[in-house]
């Protein structure tokens, strides 16, 4: 079964080539779809914003980089075996592309885990500088 996250290999129409791509489809509707939407991943990186970076590390056979400017939907029944399967975080960074690739906005839920990640310090100026708005609109309140 195929899941997103995955990287498979793919045959592109000529004068293309079979390249691996990564399966961009939300898990819970590709049971119910015949087409995935897929990025290409291409072993030319040019370190901009709306690519992800793969090493070896990543269960790569090279450095490479998923391309968000060149998205398809193609029939999952021409998707092909297993290379690898991103980690979270590196799904994270494939968010985060993406959203730089099509100018989308982040979700609600992307920037709440964004001030999760906030350093206790940093919670503290935020606490402390809403408390001091809070105690200067009092004070200008009882002056009146």
Not at 34 to 41: L, Q
Not at 126 to 143: G, L, P
């Amino acid at each position: 079964m195929i899941r997103r996250g995955e990287i498979r290999w793919y045959e592109f129409r000529p004068p293309d080539k079979r390249r691996p791509v990564l399966v961009l489809t939300r898990n819970s509707v590709i049971p119910y779809l015949n087409d995935v939407t897929i990025a290409p991943i291409t072993s030319t990186v040019r370190g901009v914003a709306s690519e992800v970076k793969l090493t070896t590390a990543d269960g790569m056979p090279q450095d490479c980089a998923v391309n968000f400017y060149h998205l398809q939907t193609v029939p999952k029944k021409k998707i092909g075996r297993l290379l690898t399967i991103l980690s979270t975080a590196r799904m994270r960074e494939v968010g985060q592309a993406l959203c730089y690739a099509m100018e989308v906005e982040p979700t609600y839920t992307e920037l709440r885990q964004k001030l999760t990640f906030c350093t206790g310090v940093k919670m503290l100026i935020c606490a402390a500088a809403e408390y001091n708005c809070i105690v200067r609109n009092r004070v200008r309140k009882r002056r009146r």
